[in-house]
């Protein structure tokens, strides 16, 4: 039976953490593995991991806040070799078969290349009742760099990968601007599409809650108002989180580390395409060289007039 390792941060999680964690040690047809690293949690979370002691393929200890990426990626840093590795929120409920169908997926692929498994998410509110899908079939055409450097709509809870995958992200540097500015996801779906094969799997093997104490875009969600009633309000607060200060720059950023890291591995219309990003605040030149790259800008997730303003004025 193939090992799984599954990595998760905790911070003040105790509303729905024993939910998650019974759906994980629940997995069938996996010799699966929990590992979890708490980010100071100021609520009773680590009096609910404790509970868990007992449990022989159970770990966790405390950390310092570090915020969600780089606990992650702390995880993942220090976790030792297994078959398989993934990621799991605090608060959602998995699916009985969610990595032993990941794990099969992954076992019909070339096993000598890194490879990373993303699946799909039935959306749920606080009280697990039924909300959307989160994810389409016309998704899978979004696995490409291209895309990615602007928006990753596969989350790391979903996602399930292979030792080669695991073996190439933990021997790149800590620091880097994707896990400081953004999410260890990102860095994750980043290297498996540079260096090896992504998969989408649309049928949902999770229940993901959605609430206002998510450590993910939900709470940006809610701390803006765009769950709010009425087509005019969620319009003008789904504008206020596209020019929300911590997402200043961060597209050119990731860009500019995409280069500093993979330059060497990236194809030609890659290498193209993410310089042209990286360096559009370098003068005039640079800005139009991106604006007339309308096959680019097209894969950015806003409409084609706000993606000009926000070059414009330095904001991608």
Not at 36 to 49: A, G, H, K, P
Not at 259 to 266: E, G, Q, R
């Given at each position: 039976?193939?090992?799984?390792i599954?990595?998760?941060?905790?911070?003040?999680?105790?509303?729905?953490?024993?939910?998650?964690?019974?759906?994980?040690?629940?997995?069938?047809?996996?010799?699966?593995?929990?590992?979890?690293?708490?980010?100071?949690?100021?609520?009773?979370?680590?009096?609910?991991?404790?509970?868990?002691?007992?449990y022989?393929?159970?770990?966790?200890?405390?950390?310092e806040?570090?915020?969600?990426?780089?606990?992650?990626?702390?995880?993942?840093?220090?976790?030792?070799?297994?078959?398989?590795?993934?990621?799991?929120?605090?608060?959602?409920?998995?699916?009985?078969?969610?990595?032993?169908?990941?794990?099969?997926?992954?076992?019909?692929?070339?096993?000598?290349?890194?490879?990373?498994?993303?699946?799909?998410?039935?959306?749920?509110?606080?009280?697990?009742?039924?909300?959307?899908?989160?994810?389409?079939e016309k998704?899978?055409?979004?696995?490409?760099?291209?895309?990615?450097i602007f928006?990753?709509?596969?989350?790391?809870?979903?996602?399930?990968f292979?030792?080669?995958?695991?073996?190439?992200?933990i021997?790149?540097?800590?620091?880097?601007?994707?896990?400081?500015?953004?999410?260890?996801?990102?860095?994750v779906?980043?290297?498996?599409?540079?260096?090896?094969?992504?998969?989408?799997?649309?049928?949902?093997?999770?229940?993901?809650?959605?609430?206002?104490?998510?450590?993910?875009?939900?709470?940006?969600?809610?701390?803006?108002?765009?769950?709010?009633?009425?087509?005019?309000?969620k319009?003008?607060?789904?504008?206020?989180?596209?020019?929300?200060?911590?997402r200043?720059?961060?597209?050119?950023?990731?860009?500019?580390?995409?280069?500093?890291?993979?330059?060497d591995?990236?194809?030609?219309?890659?290498?193209?395409?993410?310089?042209?990003?990286?360096?559009?605040?370098?003068?005039?030149?640079?800005?139009?060289?991106?604006?007339?790259?309308?096959?680019?800008?097209?894969?950015?997730?806003?409409?084609?007039?706000?993606?000009?303003?926000?070059?414009?004025?330095?904001?991608?």
């Amino acid at each position: 039976m193939e090992s799984c390792i599954v990595l998760m941060s905790t911070y003040n999680g105790e509303s729905y953490l024993k939910e998650q964690i019974d759906s994980i040690l629940a997995q069938a047809d996996v010799d699966v593995s929990l590992i979890v690293r708490d980010d100071n949690s100021s609520d009773r979370t680590v009096d609910i991991l404790q509970r868990y002691e007992k449990y022989p393929r159970f770990k966790w200890y405390v950390g310092e806040n570090l915020g969600c990426a780089k606990s992650f990626m702390e995880l993942l840093y220090n976790a030792p070799k297994s078959d398989f590795y993934a990621f799991s929120d605090q608060d959602d409920i998995w699916y009985p078969n969610k990595l032993s169908r990941a794990i099969s997926w992954l076992q019909q692929r070339d096993a000598s290349i890194p490879i990373l498994y993303c699946g799909n998410q039935n959306c749920v509110d606080k009280d697990g009742n039924h909300m959307y899908q989160r994810l389409y079939e016309k998704d899978e055409q979004r696995l490409c760099l291209k895309t990615l450097i602007f928006d990753n709509p596969f989350s790391g809870c979903t996602m399930v990968f292979n030792y080669q995958l695991y073996q190439k992200i933990i021997h790149l540097p800590k620091d880097n601007t994707i896990i400081l500015k953004r999410m260890h996801d990102i860095l994750v779906i980043y290297v498996a599409v540079i260096y090896g094969e992504v998969l989408f799997d649309i049928e949902p093997m999770m229940d993901y809650r959605r609430h206002e104490n998510n450590l993910t875009d939900a709470s940006v969600d809610q701390r803006i108002g765009v769950f709010e009633k009425g087509v005019r309000k969620k319009f003008f607060n789904k504008v206020k989180k596209l020019f929300m200060a911590e997402r200043y720059g961060i597209r050119r950023e990731s860009a500019q580390t995409v280069l500093t890291l993979f330059a060497d591995d990236l194809t030609l219309d890659d290498e193209k395409m993410v310089r042209t990003l990286a360096e559009y605040r370098n003068g005039w030149r640079q800005m139009l060289v991106l604006l007339n790259d309308r096959d680019l800008l097209r894969h950015c997730d806003n409409c084609r007039l706000i993606t000009y303003f926000k070059v414009f004025i330095g904001w991608l």
